[in-house]
């Protein structure tokens, strides 16, 4: 298997606690999981990390290909805290987990290093375009998705580039929860369904949002 995902969980917390946790972390995991350089094979495809007030089991369980590994968390320090430091507390304890996961493992560390240091890069902004643009018919426009995954949502905007970069137009397609399981069935394709209308996709065929370019848009 290719390791590729990486969580955090909270499995000692009541339901509503989790569910929130869990989403409000995932703009991290998956910002990881974007700055991590793969190796392998390994027998994991993901490292979940599981966020107890007090470790009781330091050896990794595997579940399936997903290596479960304790470590110490503070709730109510994470949920007094604000977005920003609610990002910073995530890394924290998922490079704890993940470097005891990868110890355990004889993996080598360079690469979860590197994906940490990624992330503080990019100041914990997780945000990217997709697809690869779209040309239309005539060839003077490219489209693709802008897409935002933080704490509070998800949020993708439609977005029209000329042949020289510039964006001649641009709108809010859609904003879900940041849990994947809830955003990621908008995102089935971006076509363009007319000379000047771009069209965005669900995965069921579904339209989810349109874009016009306007009339006096051209190539440059």
Sequence with gaps: MKLTEFDLDLPKADPDERRDFRWQIRCVGDLYARCFSSFGPTR???VLVQCVPVVS??????QLGVLCQEASFEL???QAADAYRRKVMALEVLQRGVLAVAKAEHWPLPPFEAARQGVIEKNYVNQWTWPKPVASANKQWRAHLSCSHDTDAFTA???VLSKDGEVVAKKQAFTEAPNEFIFVPFLGSVKWTGERKV???AKNGKKVADLTVPADSSSR
């Excluded at 089991?57 to 595997?62: K, S, Y």
């Design 199 to 201: 069209t965005l996709l």
């Design 157 to 159: 905007w439609l977005v």
């Design 57 to 62: 089991r330091l050896e990794v369980v595997d």
């Design 44 to 46: 994991a495809r993901k």
């Design 76 to 78: 109510k320090k994470f």
